[in-house]
C-alpha cells in the first residue's frame, strides 16, 4: 500500500531548527502504534483492517553564506476496512490513521534594522482525498503566514525588515478513518515546500541569512522530536 520513510537531511555547515515535531498514530484490527515514527498494519488477505502513516521533512543549512533557504515536508496517511464474517456476520473491521510533521526555527540577518526585499514561493500539493480523510499545511516566514493553501501563494517579492531575528516554520498534517459504513478507506498526502531569497531593497544585493543562536554543525541524517497531533480541514473529494 504505502512504503513509510521520515529523514532529516542537512547538507553543510549547520542544520539546527529550534523545533521539530514527527508524530503519527496507526489502528487496526491487527493492532495500534503512535509515536514519532512511521506505522503500518497490512494484512496481504484482505481479512483484517489495514492502516498506514508516514512522511519526511528536509531542511537546508544554514551557513551564513548564502541568501537562499528551503525547507519541505510531506505526510501521508492510507488504510481500509474489511467486514468481518466471524464469528458476528457482518461486523465491521474499521481503521484510522494520522500523520503530523511541523519544523520551527529562528533565523536572522547581520547589520542594522533596514528594509529589504523577501523573493518568497509557498508551494503545496494535496494527494488522495477519500471521504473521511483531511490533510492541512500551514507556513510562516517573518510576517508572512498562511493555512489551509493549494498551490502556489505568495510566490512573488514582498517587503521584508533586515536586521532583526524572524521565525520560518511549516507544518503538513493529515488523518483519516475508514468505517466500510462511512467511507471506503484512509487515502491522503500532502507535500508543501518554502523557498525564499532575501535581497537589500534594491532587490539586487543578496543578504546572507544565519541562524539566530549560531553552533557549530556537522554533516547528519537523523530522527527528532515528539509532539502533538493536529489537523485542520478535509480534503477536496
Given at each position: 500500500?504505502f512504503k513509510?520513510?521520515?529523514a532529516?537531511?542537512?547538507?553543510?555547515v549547520?542544520?539546527?531548527?529550534?523545533?521539530?515535531?514527527t508524530e503519527?498514530s496507526?489502528?487496526s484490527?491487527?493492532?495500534?502504534?503512535?509515536?514519532?515514527?512511521?506505522?503500518?498494519?497490512?494484512?496481504?488477505?484482505n481479512?483484517?483492517?489495514?492502516?498506514?502513516?508516514?512522511?519526511?521533512?528536509?531542511?537546508?543549512?544554514?551557513s551564513?553564506l548564502?541568501?537562499?533557504?528551503?525547507?519541505s515536508?510531506?505526510v501521508?496517511?492510507?488504510?481500509?476496512?474489511?467486514?468481518?464474517n466471524?464469528?458476528?456476520?457482518?461486523?465491521t473491521l474499521?481503521?484510522?490513521a494520522?500523520?503530523?510533521i511541523?519544523?520551527?526555527?529562528?533565523?536572522?540577518?547581520?547589520?542594522?534594522?533596514?528594509?529589504?526585499?523577501?523573493?518568497?514561493?509557498?508551494?503545496?500539493?494535496?494527494?488522495?482525498?477519500?471521504l473521511?480523510?483531511?490533510?492541512?499545511?500551514?507556513?510562516?516566514v517573518g510576517?508572512?503566514?498562511v493555512?489551509?493553501?493549494?498551490?502556489c501563494?505568495?510566490?512573488?517579492?514582498?517587503?521584508f525588515?533586515?536586521?532583526?531575528?524572524?521565525?520560518?516554520s511549516?507544518t503538513?498534517?493529515a488523518?483519516?478513518?475508514?468505517?466500510?459504513?462511512?467511507?471506503?478507506?484512509?487515502s491522503?498526502?500532502?507535500?508543501?515546500?518554502?523557498?525564499f531569497?532575501?535581497f537589500?531593497?534594491d532587490?539586487v544585493?543578496?543578504?546572507?541569512?544565519?541562524a539566530?543562536?549560531s553552533?557549530p554543525?556537522?554533516?547528519?541524517?537523523?530522527?527528532?522530536?515528539?509532539?502533538a497531533l493536529a489537523w485542520?480541514r478535509?480534503?477536496?473529494?
Amino acid at each position: 500500500m504505502f512504503k513509510m520513510a521520515i529523514a532529516l537531511f542537512c547538507f553543510a555547515v549547520s542544520c539546527k531548527a529550534d523545533a521539530i515535531t514527527t508524530e503519527f498514530s496507526c489502528e487496526s484490527s491487527l493492532g495500534s502504534a503512535s509515536g514519532p515514527t512511521p506505522c503500518s498494519f497490512e494484512d496481504s488477505t484482505n481479512t483484517q483492517s489495514s492502516a498506514s502513516a508516514g512522511g519526511t521533512y528536509s531542511l537546508s543549512a544554514i551557513s551564513g553564506l548564502t541568501n537562499s533557504f528551503s525547507v519541505s515536508a510531506s505526510v501521508f496517511v492510507g488504510g481500509s476496512a474489511v467486514f468481518f464474517n466471524t464469528p458476528y456476520p457482518g461486523m465491521t473491521l474499521g481503521s484510522s490513521a494520522s500523520a503530523l510533521i511541523e519544523v520551527s526555527l529562528t533565523l536572522m540577518t547581520s547589520g542594522p534594522v533596514r528594509p529589504g526585499i523577501i523573493e518568497n514561493s509557498i508551494i503545496t500539493d494535496e494527494g488522495g482525498g477519500a471521504l473521511e480523510t483531511h490533510v492541512s499545511s500551514s507556513f510562516q516566514v517573518g510576517p508572512y503566514s498562511v493555512e489551509e493553501v493549494e498551490g502556489c501563494v505568495y510566490c512573488g517579492s514582498y517587503p521584508f525588515t533586515l536586521g532583526v531575528p524572524f521565525t520560518v516554520s511549516i507544518t503538513d498534517s493529515a488523518s483519516g478513518f475508514a468505517d466500510i459504513l462511512d467511507a471506503t478507506g484512509i487515502s491522503g498526502s500532502v507535500s508543501s515546500t518554502l523557498n525564499f531569497s532575501l535581497f537589500e531593497a534594491d532587490g539586487v544585493t543578496p543578504v546572507p541569512i544565519e541562524a539566530a543562536t549560531s553552533e557549530p554543525g556537522t554533516l547528519g541524517l537523523g530522527l527528532l522530536g515528539v509532539g502533538a497531533l493536529a489537523w485542520r480541514r478535509r480534503s477536496p473529494s
